[in-house]
């Protein structure tokens, strides 16, 4: 047996279909979107159609029943034409959907998956709080027993898919006596506030809210794994995230590639092809292996999830190396395009905007280092 | 209701093909992906089964290299089954040849209710093949389906014209060949392309069909000569000064199309 680099040969013909609903269905949109600030929810329903939001869960769910590498290559493809669209299927697989799938009941999976699964509804994970972010065990937001209820109290930041027209739950870590334990909030229940969208520098196509939890009262079999055990499991969720998120990465660093070597094809100054100037074909030189260093780092940390086995490491080391990767192939373009890539007629500048989180959201780069160098043994 | 499909495997167009220059055929010997055209059949047979509340699509294909890429795709789309003709002899057969071939694939298959083709193929352009199979086949056939709907034991299908529409109304099972664009081709999902690893697929040479492969030497059609098209002359610009419009109704008489 020799080691094999070749992605199983399914893979690639799914990522190709990926890449042609891309191509097709979304890029014609995603500059209008973006300048906009639009939820696209004509693109959640398109990947819905496409079985996206469910490659990853089980038919019975109605789901796929793909790997997580499957899930890897649509967010990377999806991503290479447009960011925010790409985390919205992320964060709605990942934060969303599979919360409820590792931890939930059957019944709390009854009532949610199947939903989630389909793309019909998104479900959003809110950690981090106006005080409490990287140290997310800092976090004070309470929830008391009440008979047989629960009733929270505290404000989440930054949350993902919490605000939109087919949002269906947020789920929120919460201080219990036990412990931080998980509990998963219906849309529409009196007491959570969605706040206004925030204007963000990038990803103008996703959905971000602050939430406030104000007695905010849940029935007891709302409350999401072990009472306790939150911290713990929102912190395995974190560590598929990372992988996710690495996939995202990858997709701007490939389109940031594909697109300068194009440019640096076409465009010409002193006589010839700005590519042909050796400080421009180094630079793409550099991309190139960054770019493969991305995929390589984001696959086998797929691959070792699909094999069951250990990821934090990986996971954290795909997910700090592909987003600072992501941040500098965006400069790199930006750089190649020279005036051109600053004006938003190019996705350049997009690219350029929405890069930034990638190194910030699911754990920031310095945690991502904290995590390497504890596993270190530091 | 079972509907067999004709599916074409062409090289990429997305990246340049070669001709052949003794045959002034296309190099057709690397991975061939499903002809665009055919894809717009294979999703008009799944939608008519589908209506039909049961049935099932099989795909047939001839291919001189044992290629299955394209017929996969058409697998992971729904379709259920296929044939493969794969046979050396058969390269460089003409389009009657090609025709013979896939009507013997259609009647391993035991026949069906509809036999859907594309109009033509998109690297060849010949457009005789479905009219052909049909005479084999002995079906009534319908060129240029536009919309197709199944009433009864009857298919109703608006045909595409110079003009217009036909409305046409032919007894099943016929055969037609859809125009493309007559409907959206679905995505392949995951789960799709998984399940058609392991469809089946029948393999035959042309031996196995009764056709005799008569490949290069006894086509009865050749490729003479292969030019460059003429480049597009370039049009008049007019400055619009206000009266431009008179300049357009001219224009559109002396076509007389107004
Ligand atoms: C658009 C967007 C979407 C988001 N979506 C979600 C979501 O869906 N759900 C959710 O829960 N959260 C979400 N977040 C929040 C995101 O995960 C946090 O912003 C991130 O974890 C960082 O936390 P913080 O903002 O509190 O920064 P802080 O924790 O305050 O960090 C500030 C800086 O200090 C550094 N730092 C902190 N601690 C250390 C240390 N020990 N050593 C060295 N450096 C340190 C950090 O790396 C950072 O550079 C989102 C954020 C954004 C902007």
Same mark, same amino acid.
């Given at each position: 047996?020799?080691?094999?680099?070749?992605?199983?040969?399914?893979?690639?013909?799914?990522?190709?279909?990926?890449?042609?609903?891309?191509?097709?269905?979304?890029?014609?949109?995603? =500059?209008? @979107?973006?300048?906009?600030?639009?939820?696209?929810?004509?693109?959640? =329903?398109?990947?819905?159609?496409?079985?996206?939001?469910?490659?990853?869960?089980?038919?019975?769910?109605?789901?796929?029943?793909?790997?997580?590498?499957?899930?890897?290559?649509?967010?990377?493809?999806?991503?290479?034409?447009?960011?925010?669209?790409?985390?919205?299927?992320?964060?709605?697989?990942?934060?969303?959907?599979?919360?409820?799938? #590792?931890?939930?009941?059957?019944?709390?999976?009854?009532? @949610?998956?199947?939903?989630?699964?389909?793309?019909?509804?998104?479900?959003?994970?809110? &950690?981090?709080?106006?005080?409490?972010?990287?140290?997310?065990?800092?976090?004070?937001?309470?929830?008391?027993?009440?008979?047989?209820?629960?009733?929270?109290?505290?404000?989440?930041?930054?949350?993902?898919?919490?605000?939109?027209?087919?949002?269906?739950?947020?789920?929120?870590?919460?201080?219990?006596?036990?412990?931080?334990?998980?509990?998963?909030?219906?849309?529409?229940?009196?007491?959570?506030?969605?706040?206004?969208?925030?204007?963000?520098?990038?990803?103008?196509?996703?959905?971000?809210?602050?939430?406030?939890?104000?007695?905010?009262?849940?029935?007891?079999?709302?409350?999401?794994?072990?009472?306790?055990?939150?911290?713990?499991?929102?912190?395995?969720?974190?560590?598929?995230?990372?992988?996710?998120?690495? =996939?995202?990465?990858?997709?701007?660093?490939?389109?940031?590639?594909?697109?300068?070597?194009?440019?640096?094809?076409?465009?010409?100054?002193?006589?010839?092809?700005?590519?042909?100037?050796?400080?421009?074909?180094?630079?793409?030189?550099?991309?190139?292996?960054?770019?493969?260093?991305?995929?390589? &780092?984001?696959?086998?940390?797929?691959?070792?999830?699909?094999?069951?086995?250990?990821?934090?490491?990986?996971?954290?080391?795909?997910? &700090?190396?592909?987003?600072?990767? =992501?941040?500098?192939?965006?400069?790199?373009?930006?750089?190649?395009?020279?005036?051109?890539?600053?004006?938003?007629?190019?996705?350049?500048?997009?690219?350029?905007?929405?890069?930034?989180?990638?190194?910030?959201?699911?754990?920031?780069?310095?945690?991502?280092?904290?995590?390497?160098? #504890?596993?270190?043994?530091? | 209701?079972?509907?067999? *499909?004709?599916?074409?495997?062409?090289?990429?167009?997305?990246?340049?093909?070669?001709?052949?220059?003794?045959?002034?055929?296309?190099?057709?010997?690397?991975? +061939?992906?499903?002809?665009?055209? /055919?894809?717009?059949?294979?999703?008009?047979?799944?939608?008519?089964?589908?209506?039909?509340?049961?049935?099932?699509?099989?795909?047939?294909?001839?291919?001189?290299?044992?290629?299955?890429?394209?017929?996969?795709?058409? +697998?992971?789309?729904?379709?259920? $089954?296929?044939?493969? *003709?794969?046979?050396?002899?058969?390269?460089?057969?003409?389009?009657?040849?090609?025709?013979?071939?896939?009507?013997?694939?259609?009647?391993? %298959?035991?026949?069906?209710? %509809? *036999?859907?083709?594309?109009?033509?193929?998109? /690297?060849?352009?010949?457009?005789?093949?479905?009219?052909?199979?049909?005479?084999? %086949?002995?079906?009534?056939?319908?060129?240029?389906? $536009?919309?197709?709907?199944?009433?009864?034991?009857?298919?109703?299908?608006?045909?595409?014209?110079?003009?217009?529409?036909?409305?046409?109304?032919?007894?099943?099972?016929?055969?037609?060949?859809?125009?493309?664009?007559?409907?959206?081709?679905?995505?392949?999902?995951?789960?799709?392309?998984?399940?058609?690893?392991?469809?089946?697929?029948?393999?035959?040479?042309?031996?196995? %069909?009764?056709?005799?492969?008569?490949?290069?030497?006894?086509?009865?059609?050749?490729?003479?000569?292969?030019?460059?098209?003429?480049?597009?002359?370039?049009?008049?610009?007019?400055?619009? /000064?206000?009266?431009?419009?008179?300049?357009?109704?001219?224009? +559109?008489?002396? +076509?007389?199309?107004?």
């Amino acid at each position: 047996m020799t080691i094999n680099y070749d992605l199983p040969e399914e893979h690639e013909v799914f990522r190709k279909v990926v890449a042609e609903f891309a191509r097709a269905e979304l890029s014609p949109h995603v =500059a209008d @979107w973006d300048e906009r600030h639009h939820f696209p929810l004509e693109a959640v =329903a398109a990947m819905a159609d496409l079985g996206l939001f469910g490659l990853i869960f089980p038919e019975e769910w109605g789901g796929g029943g793909g790997d997580f590498l499957s899930l890897c290559l649509a967010i990377e493809e999806i991503g290479k034409v447009d960011q925010s669209v790409g985390i919205t299927l992320s964060a709605g697989v990942g934060l969303g959907a599979n919360p409820i799938y #590792r931890f939930g009941t059957r019944a709390q999976q009854e009532r @949610w998956l199947p939903d989630l699964v389909s793309g019909a509804a998104l479900g959003a994970f809110g &950690l981090t709080e106006p005080g409490a972010g990287s140290d997310a065990g800092s976090s004070t937001t309470r929830a008391e027993p009440d008979g047989e209820d629960w009733v929270l109290n505290g404000a989440k930041a930054f949350i993902t898919n919490s605000g939109t027209a087919i949002t269906s739950i947020v789920t929120v870590t919460a201080r219990t006596d036990a412990g931080i334990s998980n509990f998963v909030i219906p849309a529409g229940t009196p007491g959570m506030i969605i706040e206004p969208a925030y204007r963000k520098l990038g990803w103008h196509a996703s959905d971000t809210h602050g939430v406030i939890l104000d007695d905010c009262r849940v029935p007891g079999d709302h409350l999401l794994g072990e009472p306790g055990k939150g911290f713990h499991n929102f912190l395995s969720i974190l560590d598929d995230g990372r992988i996710a998120i690495s =996939a995202l990465a990858l997709g701007c660093a490939r389109a940031c590639l594909e697109m300068s070597l194009e440019y640096a094809q076409q465009r010409e100054t002193f006589g010839k092809p700005i590519g042909s100037h050796q400080a421009i074909a180094f630079a793409l030189a550099d991309l190139a292996v960054a770019v493969e260093n991305s995929a390589n &780092l984001t696959y086998k940390a797929a691959w070792l999830k699909d094999q069951g086995r250990d990821i934090g490491q990986a996971a954290a080391m795909a997910k &700090l190396y592909t987003t600072e990767a =992501a941040v500098t192939a965006t400069r790199v373009a930006t750089q190649i395009f020279g005036g051109a890539g600053f004006i938003e007629d190019s996705p350049v500048a997009r690219f350029y905007r929405d890069a930034k989180i990638l190194e910030i959201g699911e754990g920031t780069s310095e945690i991502q280092r904290m995590v390497i160098s #504890r596993g270190l043994g530091l | 209701m079972n509907v067999i *499909v004709c599916v074409k495997q062409i090289p990429d167009p997305a990246s340049p093909g070669e001709l052949d220059p003794s045959t002034n055929q296309l190099k057709r010997d690397g991975k +061939l992906i499903l002809d665009e055209s /055919d894809s717009y059949g294979v999703e008009m047979a799944l939608q008519l089964v589908d209506a039909a509340g049961g049935g099932e699509v099989s795909i047939i294909s001839m291919a001189p290299n044992g290629e299955m890429s394209g017929m996969r795709t058409a +697998l992971a789309m729904g379709a259920v $089954k296929g044939v493969l *003709v794969s046979d050396p002899a058969l390269a460089g057969s003409d389009a009657l040849t090609t025709a013979k071939v896939l009507a013997g694939a259609v009647q391993t %298959l035991g026949g069906a209710d %509809l *036999v859907i083709a594309g109009t033509e193929s998109s /690297d060849g352009y010949t457009g005789t093949v479905p009219e052909q199979m049909a005479e084999l %086949l002995g079906l009534p056939s319908v060129t240029f389906a $536009k919309s197709v709907k199944v009433d009864g034991g009857a298919l109703k299908v608006s045909r595409q014209t110079e003009e217009g529409f036909d409305e046409v109304t032919c007894p099943l099972p016929a055969l037609i060949s859809v125009t493309a664009g007559v409907v959206e081709p679905r995505y392949p999902s995951f789960k799709g392309i998984m399940a058609a690893k392991s469809k089946p697929v029948d393999t035959k040479t042309a031996a196995d %069909l009764g056709v005799t492969a008569a490949g290069w030497a006894g086509a009865q059609q050749a490729i003479v000569e292969v030019a460059q098209a003429a480049a597009r002359q370039a049009g008049e610009v007019i400055e619009d /000064d206000g009266e431009t419009f008179n300049k357009i109704v001219e224009f +559109l008489d002396g +076509l007389k199309v107004i």
